[in-house]
């Protein structure tokens, strides 16, 4: 019994990649040099509203120290 329920799942398994692998080859794809493009002109247009391009105001800055360490 064992053998068949192996078998069962593996054809089960299969079937699955196989319907994924369809899924996969169906999308449409765009180039490279489009997809790069698209990329440069999104972070150009949002580069002003970055926190890691413009920084965190101090006021807004939820994880500043409260108090600085000093060593002596």
């Given at each position: 019994?064992?053998?068949?329920?192996?078998?069962?799942?593996?054809?089960?398994?299969?079937?699955?990649?196989v319907e994924q692998l369809r899924?996969?080859?169906?999308?449409?794809?765009?180039?490279?040099?489009i997809a790069v493009a698209q990329?440069?002109?999104?972070?150009?247009?949002?580069?002003?509203?970055?926190?890691?391009?413009?920084?965190?105001?101090?006021?807004?800055?939820?994880?500043?120290?409260?108090?600085?360490?000093?060593?002596?």
């Amino acid at each position: 019994m064992t053998g068949k329920g192996c078998s069962s799942n593996s054809v089960l398994q299969a079937r699955w990649v196989v319907e994924q692998l369809r899924v996969e080859a169906s999308m449409k794809r765009i180039k490279i040099s489009i997809a790069v493009a698209q990329l440069v002109q999104y972070c150009q247009e949002h580069s002003r509203s970055d926190p890691l391009l413009t920084g965190i105001a101090t006021s807004a800055n939820p994880f500043k120290d409260k108090k600085t360490c000093m060593l002596l």
